[in-house]
């Protein structure tokens, strides 16, 4: 009874005339429970959308919105407290963001070192670091960062770490209004790897505060990172060693 409440069924394909799914598939309510009992397994759920335009569908509406839940509850509950039944730039976007660090190429987002992009097994993500990336002005907005992603002995680059993040309710934000006001620029070609958006360079806007680089253990002068138009955060930042770090904890 209550998966019929949730889902909205839909028995045919709707990508083309001439796809085999026209003949009718199974309903949303047996893959759903198909999936839950696979976990809501990510490489899965992203296999299924390439089948066809109605199963991207299924996956973007319900699939990714339930890995999103099983993966981090506490902080979905939050991201949707607001009472939307949706989180900005999508469940799919919102779903690889938790579980694939970005890297980076030369000529890129981050022209600096080149470090494909990867999946990563689990990440933490803290309201609480947030805070850290915010200008005090900007600091009643929610913010969940990652824990950096480290990639080590980068040659001349060091200890290279890489995070993500998201905001809530990001259209509203104090951050946006002040990135509008400082007339920050979008990145001429470079797009959000999650959602496709355009970016802003939060360090040409100058909104990087030292607390960010204090919060990650890294060099106050190498630090940089962007948020697309959906709120989506991510960033590069050079490492300190470990027990420069642990002094820079203390100092926060």
Request: hydrophobic share 35%; glycine share 8%; aromatic share 10%.
């Amino acid at each position: 009874m209550w998966l019929a409440m949730i889902l909205t069924k839909q028995y045919r394909c709707i990508h083309s005339a001439s796809c085999k799914c026209t003949k009718g598939h199974l309903s949303e309510d047996v893959i759903f429970l198909v999936f839950q009992q696979l976990n809501w397994n990510p490489k899965l759920i992203a296999t299924l959308s390439c089948v066809c335009k109605w199963f991207d569908d299924l996956a973007k509406r319900v699939l990714w919105k339930e890995f999103c839940r099983t993966r981090a509850p506490k902080m979905m509950i939050d991201l949707q407290s607001n009472g939307s039944h949706n989180v900005d730039g999508n469940w799919r976007a919102l779903g690889k963001l938790l579980i694939y660090c970005s890297g980076c190429k030369k000529g890129g987002l981050f022209d600096r070192i080149q470090i494909p992009g990867h999946f990563v097994y689990r990440t933490r993500f803290s309201r609480t670091s947030g805070k850290s990336f915010l200008l005090p002005q900007c600091r009643s907005d929610v913010l969940y960062v990652s824990d950096p992603c480290e990639h080590l002995d980068q040659g001349e680059e060091g200890d290279v770490g890489f995070f993500r993040g998201v905001f809530k309710s990001f259209l509203g934000s104090k951050a946006r209004k002040l990135l509008i006001k400082r007339g920050a620029e979008f990145h001429p070609t470079e797009v959000c790897p999650y959602c496709k958006a355009k970016l802003w360079n939060m360090l040409q806007a100058k909104m990087i505060p030292q607390s960010a680089s204090c919060r990650l253990g890294a060099y106050e002068d190498c630090i940089e990172y962007y948020v697309c138009l959906n709120g989506h955060m991510l960033g590069i930042c050079t490492l300190l060693p470990l027990s420069d770090s642990e002094e820079a904890s203390e100092l926060e």
